[in-house]
Nanobody, 120 residues
Framework: QVQLVESGGGLVQAGGSLRLSCAAT????MGWFRQAPGKEREFVAA????????YIASSVKGRFTISRDNAKNTVYLQMNSLKPEDTAVYYC?????????????????WGQGTQVTVSS
């Protein structure tokens, strides 16, 4: 079983930056998703076990970056040029199979989520 703990959320003004962290108890494919009130959970980014492969959603490409430090078993989501529409609860997720996927159904374990609020 993989346990995930997110941190780093908060309130930031539009144009600002935040870095989310996800500490994991295993080395797996990792993804970040977000869910705004009244909306479905949305894929944001994913990274391979080694960190050599990443996949970023088009809605955040060029602004968000995913990375990992396997020595610390931690995955990061660097969010720059934040917009009010980025406001959501952000979740990290772990996938036991080796391929990067963007569907939430492909992930086996989830963190508790961290709130990101971007003010205009």
């Amino acid at each position: 079983q993989v346990q995930l703990v997110e941190s780093g959320g908060g309130l930031v003004q539009a144009g600002g930056s935040l870095r989310l962290s996800c500490a994991a108890t295993g080395r797996t494919v990792m993804g970040w998703f977000r869910q705004a009130p009244g909306k479905e959970r949305e894929f944001v980014a994913a990274i391979s076990r080694s960190g050599g492969g990443t996949y970023i959603a088009s809605s955040v490409k060029g602004r968000f970056t995913i990375s990992r430090d396997n020595a610390k078993n931690t995955v990061y989501l660097q969010m720059n040029s934040l917009k009010p529409e980025d406001t959501a609860v952000y979740y990290c997720a772990a996938r036991l199979l080796s391929a990067i996927e963007s569907s939430a159904y492909e992930y086996d374990y989830w963190g508790q989520g961290t709130q990101v609020t971007v003010s205009s």
